[in-house]
């Protein structure tokens, strides 16, 4: 019988030792995090949100953050629930009492932080939103394409991002964003 | 590239966040059981394919994830307009109407051949 223990398998993340970016981007995997997706009717969004303990929000494009976790608005209907902790949000969301959908996504998405006075740029290169700052402003989130792969842009600060993508497409979102990072500073 | 305006994100969006999902406001029969074949294949197989003016079925799907109706100029490509899901159909605004028959005016069409599908 095999001894477990000391054999125990260690957990490796999809850009674990990446880095990129150029004189004007900074590329770096963000840390893991635990991640729902989330479907609720527009009359249980408050006992969700007090059960989350952060307030869903019901406008589009934009993020509510509280107590270390972010509500990413993705439909009218779907949100994206980011904690950077070891979080209990699947418990949360199901003491709220009311009907729901919640799906832990933690290791299906990774993400990726770009940041510097390229980063908007740098995004842009596969991205086709506006992300100047009054069409784009902080906080604001969104469903979109980046290349060919759909990521889930949200504007942390006015000169940074992060990038919420599938695993299996975090290589490739990594390598266009270099490029576009590349592009950013010349 | 075209912008489509989403009815939920309420914003225009790139084209590729979309796409095409059939012709709009097709009713689903009341009792399905009793229809015969031939209401059956105009229910499901038999689409208009208008020249000019159609409405149609869109889904933001790299975007808010939902369907939506257009109503759409298929010699322009022009969108007329976007509604939400579950409205009936909304007359094109007039403004847009002209404009889409100036638009029209220089844009070179193949002549229509063939007859009404159905
Ligand atoms: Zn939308």
Redesign the interface.
């Known amino acids: 019988m095999a001894e477990l223990g000391s054999h125990i398998a260690t957990r490796s993340l999809p850009l674990s030792g990446v880095h990129g970016g150029s004189s004007m981007v900074r590329l770096e995997p963000a840390a893991p995090a635990s991640r729902i997706s989330l479907r609720v009717r527009a009359e249980d969004v408050p006992a969700l949100s007090s059960a989350l303990g952060v307030d869903l929000p019901v406008k589009?494009?934009t993020s509510a953050y509280a107590n270390g976790r972010t509500a990413l608005w993705?439909?009218?209907d779907?949100w994206l629930v980011i904690d950077e902790g070891e979080s209990g949000l699947m418990t949360a969301a199901a003491n709220s009492g009311v009907l729901h959908s919640a799906t832990d996504v933690s290791h299906r998405n990774t993400a990726i932080l770009v940041s510097g006075p390229g980063a908007a740029a740098a995004i842009n290169a596969g991205c086709?939103?506006d992300l100047s700052l009054d069409v784009f402003p902080v906080g604001a989130c969104?469903?979109?394409?980046f290349g060919k792969v759909?990521i889930v842009l949200l504007r942390t600060a006015e000169d940074a991002f992060r990038v919420e993508v599938w695993r299996s497409f975090s290589d490739y979102a990594f390598g266009l964003l270099s490029e576009g990072a590349r592009d950013a500073a010349l | 590239?075209l912008l489509i305006h989403c009815p939920?994100?309420?914003?225009d969006?790139?084209e590729?966040?979309f796409r095409w999902a059939g012709e709009a406001h097709i009713a689903r029969p009341e009792n399905i059981a009793a229809i015969s074949d031939e209401e059956f294949a105009e229910f499901f197989f038999l689409r208009n394919n208008e020249k000019g003016l159609t409405y149609e079925r869109w889904r933001h799907i790299?975007?808010?994830?939902?369907f939506f109706n257009a109503a759409r100029d298929t010699i322009s490509d022009r969108f007329l307009m976007t509604y939400k899901a579950g409205l009936p159909k909304q007359p094109v605004p007039v403004a847009e109407e002209f404009a889409a028959i100036a638009e029209e005016k220089s844009v070179e069409t193949w002549e229509q051949t063939e007859g009404d599908a159905r």
């Open positions: 589009p494009k993705l439909g009218p779907e086709s939103q969104s469903r979109t394409l759909e | 590239m939920y994100c309420e914003e969006r790139s590729l966040e790299h975007g808010c994830g939902r």
